[in-house]
């Protein structure tokens, strides 16, 4: 693990190190020998997932974010979890929410604001507590604001709860903050993929690229062509055509990566965090043209600075605020468009079994880190980990469905089914068309769905001892028997 930054309150891991600024990268010996599965940065805190679940935690301690007693500059672990297989993690400005492999939710920190989700009067929590709220509910995904949270499920519900003065949470101008995580309604239907969440606006991106908005706008961080905060999900519709496949933010900024690897930003850029060689504030995206030429798979942004990956020459690119060595550049000066960090970066090779490659990059607060590993290819985030990925209905799912005897499904499987025919996003996004280029449609005059994939997935859920049709009027209804109660 290599990491570079403000480390004033051990939020590298280094230790007892003298310095409060580390310029460029540095080995973080306590992870050799030890394989890293997440990596959330909060303000001055860092929390690290390792491939066993199990989570270490090491920076500011002043409102119980790292899970446990002490501000720690080593990472320690975080024993209230040690029965969970954790397996993702997001940081806010000073609270933490972790996600075990069953969809679980797990929150610790300032919860002043409600951002926890936990009913509770105390101001911080400093041991893990499950949201309950949520119990029912298969999380995939989750993402922290700086005193907001949201969550994905994995029928295609977004929850949102915390703060929402500027109307972070997507819930309406009226709602104040919410101590539990309520279903942001108006995105019913949709198929998402990711959510993303900066200081105090958020986004979620649907299959199809669509990207929603909403929340503070102060430095057009939405990019909606203005400076006004929306208190509802507002259509990014300026990349509609841009098959956008992932986003991140930063305080007042947002990055958004492309199919084809592109960088598009906006937002905040009075540190030249948008990488465009100025430090005018955009309000509609903007491809970072300096980057044209490489295919970027990997985009990470931190409180006011960006990173990108190159996964052919093995480079990791940065821009924006470098006064504590956030860059890795070896200096203090901010960077106006992309400047290599400073490293003996090498592209992947199956075959080098003695070097270490990069594997994935991650940015927050004003720390960054890269994860090398030598045994396996870097993350190429333009492609969705399945594990994150909402309920869809597909050839092999069926597949598997069918392959239990009626009255002998296990209650899993049950679930999955239940989830997926209650759920409109589930059914959208699993009969999207695609286009010429093998990318989900994005048409704004029509659904996208492709109606002969439906018809045939259907016909052999017909075929199945599972299903039988009903009709009532003139409508046709599938009724699928998955469980004898």
Known sequence: MLCWGNTSF???????????????????????????????????????????????????????????EKGRKRPEQVVALDAQNITAV????????????????????????????????????????????????QIVQVACGYHHSLALSKGSQVFSWGQNKNGQLGLGRDIGK????????????????????????????????????????????????????????????????????????GEDHTAALTKEGGVFTFGAGGYGQLGHNSTNHEINPRKVFE?????????????????AFVPSSGKVYSFGLGGNGQLGTGSTSNRKSPSTVRGAWIPYSPNAENNFFVKRIYSGGDQSFAYLQN???????????????????????????MSFPPGRIPSEVA???????????????????????DHHKTSSKYSGIDMNAARLLFHRLIQSDHPRICQQGDQNYIVLQVWPH
């Open 10 to 68: 051990g939020q590298l891991g280094l230790g007892g190190i003298d310095e409060e600024v580390v310029l460029e990268p540095r080995t973080c010996k306590f992870f050799q020998g030890r394989r890293v599965q997440d990596v959330g940065c909060g303000r001055r805190h860092t929390v690290f997932v390792l491939d066993d679940g199990t989570v270490y935690t090491c920076g500011c301690n002043d409102q119980g974010q790292l899970g446990h």
């Open 178 to 249: 919410q101590p539990s995580p309520q279903p942001v309604r108006s995105l019913n239907g949709v198929p998402f993929v990711q959510l993303a969440a900066g200081g105090a606006h958020s986004f979620a991106l649907s299959i199809s690229g669509a990207i929603f908005g909403w929340g503070s706008n102060k430095f057009g961080q939405l990019g909606l062509n203005d400076e006004i905060d929306r208190y509802v999900p507002a259509r990014l519709k300026s990349l509609r055509t841009q098959k956008i496949v992932y986003i991140c933010c």
């Open 291 to 307: 980057l044209m030429g490489y295919v970027i798979t990997q985009i990470a942004c931190g409180r006011q600075h960006t990173l």
């Open 90 to 137: 997001s940081c806010g400005e000073m609270h933490t929410l972790a996600l075990n492999d069953n969809g679980q939710v797990f929150a610790w920190g300032l919860a002043k604001d409600g951002q926890l989700g936990l009913i509770t009067t105390e101001e911080f929590v400093r041991v893990p507590r499950t949201l309950k709220a949520l119990v029912e509910v």
């Open 375 to 401: 045994s396996m290819p870097p993350d190429d985030l333009r492609f969705p980990n399945p594990s994150k990925h909402i309920l869809t209905i597909n050839e092999p799912v069926i597949q598997k469905w």
């Open 415 to 437: 679930n999955e089914i239940d989830t997926v025919f209650s759920s409109e996003g589930c059914l959208n996004g699993s009969f999207l068309a695609y286009s010429n280029d």
